[in-house]
């Protein structure tokens, strides 16, 4: 039996939090008696819910829920609703409010949304959507930007600088008004030891000091391999027991330092740069572990 992992969204609504655990409720915390549970945000609204976010123009959206007026139907992986603007407890659609829903078509779940400039990007396993405000009398409209590039799990992207970022079931992609596949030398690397059973737990982080996406996922083996020989802390080539898979230039991380190279051949790592990216260059023991750093700068 395979499981989905508890995933929480959390967001803001004004000083108050709307909070979301996959598959369950929407709750509100209320800022103004922090010492009071989260609760049910109201009767009507969705019971059963994937993922959730907030938008600019203030609608809460909730995304693969329970259809409306079902409180106890079963949950549709591909179904949007959202409530009245301004009004988390509003949720029926009617002629003098902005609340309503969308069915999307292309792939079988939404896996995840992102808040991006005046448009919510929407992954479902398969394409990406573009899901934009446009007032009333249908408040949104949406548009297929991408297929064949949904994302892995619904934590693998991260938005900086305008540009957001994921990772794919076998690709790296970005969106800047349109889906572009990042080029990636160590895509091979990352795919085939990717765990097909534990990819949702697949995450990916932001380091805003140095501009670099990094993608955290599960593996089926152990991918660090070990050094051939004790290190200095000022040498330039290392040996270790095989490069195998390793991009001819790149990263590496050995205990806790970074190190950078130009080349390698089947056992060696050449021109290494020692100490990167604010890490300590330091000495290591003959059979020290070192694995790859598969990030996209």
């Known amino acids: 039996v395979e499981l989905n992992p508890r995933t929480w969204v959390l967001s803001n609504w004004g000083e108050d939090l709307i909070i979301n655990p996959n598959s369950g409720a929407l709750y509100l915390w209320d800022a103004t008696n922090p010492s009071v549970r989260a609760v049910v945000i109201s009767a009507n609204a969705p019971t059963k819910v994937n993922y959730s976010t907030i938008t600019k123009d203030r609608h809460l959206i909730a995304f693969g ?22 009004d988390n407890t509003s949720w029926t659609p009617t002629v003098t409010n902005t609340a309503g829903g969308q069915l999307l078509n292309s792939g079988t779940e939404i896996l995840a949304a992102a808040d991006i400039d005046q448009q919510v990007l929407i992954w479902t396993d398969d394409s990406v959507y573009s899901m934009q405000y446009i007032g009333p009398p249908y408040t949104f409209s949406f548009n297929v930007v991408g297929t064949n590039a949904g994302v892995v799990s619904p934590r693998a992207w991260v938005s900086y600088s305008g540009v957001v970022y994921w ?5 790296f992609y970005y969106y800047s008004g349109s889906v572009i596949t990042i080029p ?15 990819k949702r737990k697949v995450f990916a982080g932001l380091n805003r000091e140095f501009g670099e996406i990094m993608w955290f996922y599960p593996t089926a083996t152990i ?12 040498a330039t080539t290392i040996s270790v027991d095989t490069t195998a898979g390793y991009p001819t230039s790149g990263e590496i991380l050995l205990e806790l330092e970074r190190v ?34 598969s990030n996209t700068e």
């Open 65 to 86: 829920s329970n259809l409306p007026g079902t409180p106890s139907s079963v949950l549709d992986t591909m179904q949007v609703r959202w409530c009245h603007q301004e």
């Open 223 to 234: 991918e660090d391999s070990a050094l051939n020989g004790a290190l200095t802390s000022t």
């Open 260 to 293: 950078s190279y130009t080349s390698k051949n089947d056992t060696q790592f050449l021109g290494c740069s020692r100490g990167d990216t604010g890490t300590v260059a330091a000495a290591h023991a003959d059979g020290g572990s070192f694995s790859c750093l």
């Open 167 to 171: 990772m794919g079931e076998s690709a």
């Open 184 to 198: 990636c030398s160590v895509q091979q690397f990352v795919f085939d030891a990717l765990t097909e059973s534990n």
